[in-house]
């Protein structure tokens, strides 16, 4: 039986506690993942990873990372048993050109993975890889790294990146409130993805005051990357959880194919 393509999420995962707390956002990750195939594995590129060097998690069982302080007692009872995927860790690592990819067995899944995951796959019955952040490297090569991947598509497999397109928490504030930055970064950035005009998105460090306050650590900025690099050309994207809270924190999302 021929497998169907596998489309491409970027999930806005902001707070850990959508792990656990009923809202929109945790609703709207809930119908993306019931919109899809059931995967036959998920590989995660997390904005909480950063390595020098590239890496994949290529463990059994990898373990549940609570990467946070300060939140409730029962966001650190939250365990994600998912299988891992080994031989999917060592494929990838072979069919990966210049990248330098290397199996890794001590990491996990940080809560960029599975504050998500538990929410769009709650069984914990799919296997799930993570992939590092190689911050050697500049935003080109995370996008192109992402194109790289367009194979593990056709394999069943769903490759998500999670982070957000606006991320400051030096600026935040616990409230639901947008600031004006913020709101014209996040649209701007829907505008370059619906034009498929992905040089300013790459070369955010270009884009002025605004960019400079929404991309302020980039890690959270680069897992976009990937699902950009990951969409054929004119293939269609659809955008939801399309929303700023806290003053600097956009939860956009959106699926590509």
């Given at each position: 039986?021929?497998?169907?393509?596998?489309?491409?999420?970027?999930?806005?995962?902001g707070?850990?506690?959508?792990?656990?707390?009923?809202?929109?956002?945790?609703?709207?990750?809930?119908?993306?993942?019931?919109?899809?195939?059931?995967?036959?594995?998920?590989?995660?590129?997390?904005?909480?990873?950063?390595?020098?060097?590239?890496?994949?998690?290529?463990?059994d069982?990898?373990?549940?990372?609570?990467?946070?302080?300060?939140?409730?007692?029962?966001?650190?009872?939250?365990?994600?048993?998912?299988?891992?995927?080994?031989?999917?860790?060592?494929?990838?690592c072979?069919k990966v050109?210049?990248?330098?990819?290397?199996?890794?067995?001590?990491?996990?899944?940080?809560?960029g993975?599975w504050?998500v995951?538990?929410?769009?796959?709650?069984?914990?019955d799919?296997?799930?890889?993570?992939?590092?952040l190689?911050?050697?490297?500049?935003?080109?090569?995370?996008?192109?790294?992402?194109?790289q991947?367009?194979?593990?598509?056709?394999?069943?497999?769903?490759?998500?990146?999670?982070?957000n397109?606006?991320?400051?928490?030096?600026l935040?504030?616990?409230e639901?409130v947008?600031f004006?930055?913020?709101?014209t970064?996040d649209a701007?950035?829907?505008?370059?993805?619906?034009?498929?005009?992905y040089d300013?998105?790459?070369?955010?460090?270009?884009?002025?005051?605004?960019?400079?306050?929404?991309?302020?650590?980039?890690?959270?900025?680069?897992?976009?990357?990937?699902?950009?690099?990951?969409?054929?050309?004119?293939e269609?994207?659809h955008?939801f959880?399309?929303?700023?809270?806290?003053?600097?924190?956009?939860?956009?999302?959106l699926?590509?194919?």
């Amino acid at each position: 039986m021929e497998t169907k393509r596998m489309p491409v999420y970027f999930i806005g995962h902001g707070s850990p506690m959508n792990a656990i707390e009923e809202n929109e956002f945790s609703r709207a990750w809930i119908e993306a993942a019931q919109s899809i195939p059931q995967p036959k594995a998920i590989l995660c590129v997390s904005a909480h990873w950063e390595t020098r060097g590239g890496f994949i998690t290529a463990m059994d069982r990898p373990r549940t990372i609570h990467d946070f302080m300060g939140f409730p007692r029962p966001l650190f009872d939250v365990t994600y048993p998912a299988p891992g995927a080994p031989d999917l860790a060592q494929q990838i690592c072979d069919k990966v050109k210049g990248a330098s990819l290397q199996p890794d067995l001590s990491w996990g899944l940080d809560h960029g993975t599975w504050s998500v995951l538990c929410r769009m796959f709650p069984q914990a019955d799919v296997p799930v890889l993570q992939l590092s952040l190689d911050r050697t490297h500049d935003a080109t090569f995370h996008y192109q790294l992402g194109q790289q991947l367009r194979w593990l598509r056709d394999e069943g497999v769903l490759i998500v990146g999670s982070g957000n397109i606006v991320h400051n928490l030096r600026l935040m504030v616990w409230e639901d409130v947008a600031f004006d930055w913020a709101v014209t970064f996040d649209a701007q950035v829907k505008q370059w993805i619906l034009q498929e005009d992905y040089d300013p998105i790459i070369h955010f460090e270009k884009q002025g005051a605004n960019a400079a306050m929404a991309v302020n650590s980039a890690e959270h900025y680069l897992p976009l990357l990937y699902t950009l690099g990951l969409r054929e050309p004119s293939e269609p994207v659809h955008f939801f959880a399309e929303k700023l809270w806290g003053g600097s924190l956009s939860m956009r999302c959106l699926r590509v194919g």
